[in-house]
């Protein structure tokens, strides 16, 4: 699996890789040094905004993403990745941990009530404990995801 790290630039980016399953580093505060180094020490390639950024890391392990928008930026990745979704919704969209079922029992007081009675299906967020379920925002994300990867995953 394809492990990511991306620029100060790509926050936005990097939720949407996340959504895919993608494991995707994000570190907002990081210089370029360490970003090169935390590529490098996990096995990440870096997708930057910056060329110059971009030209610095080995030959393969990163990618210069020319596009400004969200969906050229997502557009262009998987297509220069060969990214394959095989794992859509199983991370954390903050942090980026891969996600734990949540047994409805336990649901209760970190989801809000009307959830609770309509959903059967929740998921925790074992780092920063998010609970995540099928709601229309996840739909919808759904539906985006499946439009920019097509119908391989099914
Ligand atoms: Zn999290």
Sequence with gaps: MTRLLVDTMLGTLAKWLRAAGFDT???PHAR?????????????????????????????KSLHVPAADLDGQLRFVIEKLRLEMDAPLSRCLVC????????????????PEGVLEKQSE?????????????GSHHSAMQAKLQAFFGRSSE
């Design 96 to 111: 980026n941990a891969p996600l734990e079922t949540l047994p409805k029992e336990k649901a209760r007081g970190m989801v």
């Design 25 to 27: 580093a994000y570190m």
């Design 122 to 134: 929740f998921w925790r967020c074992p780092r920063c404990d998010k609970a995540y379920w099928p």
């Design 32 to 60: 370029d040094d360490r970003l090169l180094q935390i590529a490098e020490s996990e096995g990440r390639i870096l997708l930057t905004r910056d060329r110059g950024l971009a030209t610095r890391a080995p030959p393969g």
